[in-house]
């Protein structure tokens, strides 16, 4: 009796595989690499079932793999004798999409128009790309478990697939393809040979074409820095990274105390995470003595250094720990602390001895640091040397340190100081900023929104306080007194205005920072700035729930249309309480948090309707 069983797939699967199939992508050999690379992940897992103790069917079968090619009849096949796959993994496996983020990636592609299918490996999706060259894939295997029987899996990519219990099968995976006839170059030996050779000559397992042993093993990372040439490394990102280009940054080390490690690790020349794909996993693969104890290890590394490819390779791991418990275990904890710290040091090197990668390594992954500066005490402070920002003493477009800011505070600056802006002119011209152009303290201008929380969690940096601009308490050295008021007057027109616009102020002052502009608002409440009000405004769902406004208003005695002020509300009260509402809106929107510019609108027009009368 056949019992042979149909399944169709996952929706999303079948989604992308209409895409695969139909794809016009130029790189359709990616698929040799993907296959490749799954069968290499099938033998690792062998070897590390078998160095664990657990016993395997067919033992004395080594783990390796190989591929033979038939020209005439227009077929590829990949064996290898790895771990092989249950019924019930083959439909999970084969069918069903297993990775988070993969979703993100289909609706990209999706809605592209020329499909970026390289990436297909990175999403853990590989085994589809079969579908590029393949009008019909016929996978056989037998698990390496006693006592499992093997199974042939047939599809065409749509309609599903079938599956069929299959006798005899050695252990391990045979990938059939019948390619498609615009991709029958894929069966030529010579071909075949170039792509092994260009994406999988690292793969530690032998790996045969035709019967004859094309790839060389070897762990890049066990060897001596100094044997290994550029390219070596960049052909061994390219195929542990599934990536096409180079990476950015680099970082070969090897360490024996307070933990043995060897480590290769790479930082790719793009982050993915930006360019809408949801979020990166880490894919830092965890070795011991080359043999793979878990791939893209959990806990290796802070969640915030999730960017990072690569191998981390430690003797000192015990072979036979469960890959569950791994995450726990203080020898974990203790790699991960090594790694991070060594990780930290190497791009604070860089900024120093390679500037320029530096500044693009900063423009790709600035959000990752502030990331760690927010959520992790423990390298805070390592974090917080490499932040950059402009800053009142930088060109437009070049950022400091903040140790740089540091040595360059005069003796009586006590505090560094922090402008959120959306960009350079709004910050030059911000009536928050005129009090230090005039004292000549440097400001650094924080254009990221994340910014305001990073210094806030960040704090103090070498001993000094990171305070935010407008909560800065300083008063001009020299106030400019030509044509001010005087202080009585300035109380007196202080006491007006505020009694003018009653409940839409708190305080109304006379200010001791203000050079350039009538006024300015300054949040009444010790720590909120008009920064985050915007953004906590941004967030309330309930009117109701936002917490009343306490907004000051500082007045510049010193500033003609203050000045004017004065002389008109003893002249003519409503309009100067016209202009005392727009001033105060004026305040509001130069500190970005003025809520509905319609209002203010209607009685501009009213005084310019007066002015022009
Ligand atoms: P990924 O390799 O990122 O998990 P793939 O789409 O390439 O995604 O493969 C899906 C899954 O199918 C693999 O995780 C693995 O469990 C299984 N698989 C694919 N090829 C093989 C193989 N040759 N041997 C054993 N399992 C395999
Ligand atoms: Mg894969």
Redesign the pocket.
């Given at each position: 009796m056949s019992s042979s069983e149909k399944h169709t797939f996952q929706a999303e699967i079948q989604q992308l595989l209409n895409i695969v199939i139909h794809s016009l992508y130029t790189d359709k050999e990616i698929f040799v690499r993907?296959?490749i690379?799954?069968?290499a992940?099938?033998c690792e897992?062998l070897r590390f079932t078998q160095a664990s103790g657990t016993p395997v069917h067919q033992p004395e079968i080594a783990a390796g793999i190989s591929l033979t090619s038939d020209e005439a009849a227009g077929t590829l096949t990949?064996i290898?004798t790895?771990?092989?796959?249950t019924h019930d993994?083959l439909v999970k496996?084969?069918g069903t999409i297993?990775?988070s983020g993969t979703k993100a990636f289909l609706k990209q592609l999706a809605e592209d128009k020329k499909p970026d299918v390289g990436l297909i490996?990175q999403?853990?999706?590989?085994?589809?790309s079969a579908f590029m060259a393949a009008k019909r894939v016929t996978v056989h295997?037998r698990s390496y478990l006693d006592g499992e029987s093997g199974w042939q899996w047939v599809s065409e990519g749509t309609g599903g697939y079938e599956i069929t219990p299959a006798s005899d099968l050695p252990r391990?995976?045979k990938?059939t393809l019948e390619l498609k006839d615009e991709a029958k170059e894929f069966a030529t030996a010579g071909t075949l040979e170039r792509i092994i050779k260009r994406y999988s000559s690292f793969v530690p397992f032998p790996i045969e074409l035709n019967g004859t042993k094309v790839n060389t093993v070897q762990a890049l990372w066990t060897r001596s820095k100094n044997e290994i040439k550029e390219e070596e490394y960049n052909e061994f990102y390219q195929f542990i990274a599934h990536d096409q280009d180079n990476p950015l940054l680099r970082l070969h080390f090897n360490a024996d105390a307070p933990i043995a490690i060897q480590s290769l690790l790479f930082v790719p020349a793009r982050n993915v995470e930006t360019m809408g794909m949801g979020r990166i996993e880490s894919e830092v693969n965890l070795y011991c003595r080359k043999v793979l104890i878990q791939s893209k290890a959990k806990g290796l590394f802070p969640e915030w250094l999730r960017f990072l490819k690569g191998v981390v390779d430690s003797e000192d791991l015990p072979l036979n720990i469960s890959r569950e418990t791994m995450q726990d275990t203080s020898l974990m904890q203790k790699l991960n602390k090594a790694l991070t710290s060594r990780f930290l040091k190497f791009l604070n090197e860089q900024s120093e001895q390679n500037p320029e990668t530096y500044d693009k390594f900063y423009d790709e992954y600035h959000r990752f640091l502030k990331e760690g500066v927010v959520t992790d005490f423990t390298h805070r402070e390592a974090l917080g040397k490499l932040l950059r920002y402009e800053s009142s003493s930088t060109e437009k477009g070049k950022r400091t340190s903040l140790a740089d800011y540091v040595k360059r505070m005069p003796e009586e600056q006590k505090e560094i100081y922090c402008l959120m802006a959306p960009n350079r002119e709004a910050a030059e011209s911000s009536p928050y900023f005129e009090v230090f152009r005039e004292r000549k303290f440097e400001v650094l201008f924080l254009y990221d929104e994340w910014d305001e929380f990073v210094t806030e969690h960040l704090h103090t940096f070498e001993g000094k306080t990171l305070k935010p601009a407008e909560k800065a308490d300083l008063n001009l050295n020299d106030p400019k007194k030509d044509g001010a008021l005087s202080e009585e007057a300035a109380k007196a027109l202080a006491a007006w205005i505020k009694e003018s616009l009653g409940e839409r102020v708190g305080e109304v002052r006379a200010s001791q920072r203000l050079v350039d502009s009538p006024a300015v608002i300054v949040d009444a409440d010790r720590y909120m700035t008009s920064s985050m009000r915007r953004m906590l405004k941004a967030m309330k769902k309930d009117e109701s729930e936002f917490p009343a406004e306490k907004q000051d208003l500082e007045i510049n005695p010193a500033h003609p249309i203050i000045a004017r002020l004065d002389q008109m509300r003893q002249k003519d009260a409503s309009l100067a309480g016209q202009v005392a509402e727009q001033i105060l809106d004026n305040a509001r929107v130069a500190a970005g948090v003025l809520e509905d510019p319609r209002t203010m609108l209607k009685r501009m027009n009213q005084l310019l309707e007066r002015v022009l009368a």
């Open positions: 993907e296959l690379s799954n069968a992940d099938a897992k990949f290898d790895g771990v092989g796959m993994e496996n084969l297993a990775h490996g999403f853990g999706v590989g085994f589809y295997s391990g995976t990938i």
